[in-house]
Nanobody
Framework: QVQLVETGGGLVQAGGSLRLSCAAS????????MGWCRQDQRQERELVAR????????YYAANVTGRFTISRDIAKNTVYLQMNSLKPEDTAVYYC????????????????????WGQGTQVTVSS
């Protein structure tokens, strides 16, 4: 069993910052990539950022590029999402996902590439 636990969500004013963390634990599993997705009531879950576990290459959705930074701590089995210059439209539940096998960069943009998910953490940005 693999567990992903997200922390760090909350309420922040527009222009503010939050840092999300996702700790992976449980049975030994090769992590090929981890990603952060978000979902609000109106839209499907969308990928905002992902990082390959080996090598650390990253991808960002266009609407967060320049504002969000994804990183990982291999020793702690933890991935982070630093979110700066937050906007009200960033309000959503943020989920951490883990890809348990290799996927191409094109495939890793899709939420279907992620086999395991955390329970989500709410981020609310007030205007």
């Amino acid at each position: 069993q693999v567990q992903l636990v997200e922390t760090g969500g909350g309420l922040v004013q527009a222009g503010g910052s939050l840092r999300l963390s996702c700790a992976a634990s449980g049975r030994t599993l090769t992590k090929y990539a981890m990603g952060w997705c978000r979902q609000d009531q109106r839209q499907e879950r969308e990928l905002v950022a992902r990082i390959r576990w080996s090598g650390g290459s990253t991808y960002y959705a266009a609407n967060v590029t320049g504002r969000f930074t994804i990183s990982r701590d291999i020793a702690k089995n933890t991935v982070y999402l630093q979110m700066n210059s937050l906007k009200p439209e960033d309000t959503a539940v943020y989920y951490c996902g883990l890809a348990g096998r290799w996927y191409s960069a094109y495939e890793l943009v899709k939420t279907s590439a992620y086999n395991y998910w955390g329970q989500g953490t709410q981020v609310t940005v007030s205007s």
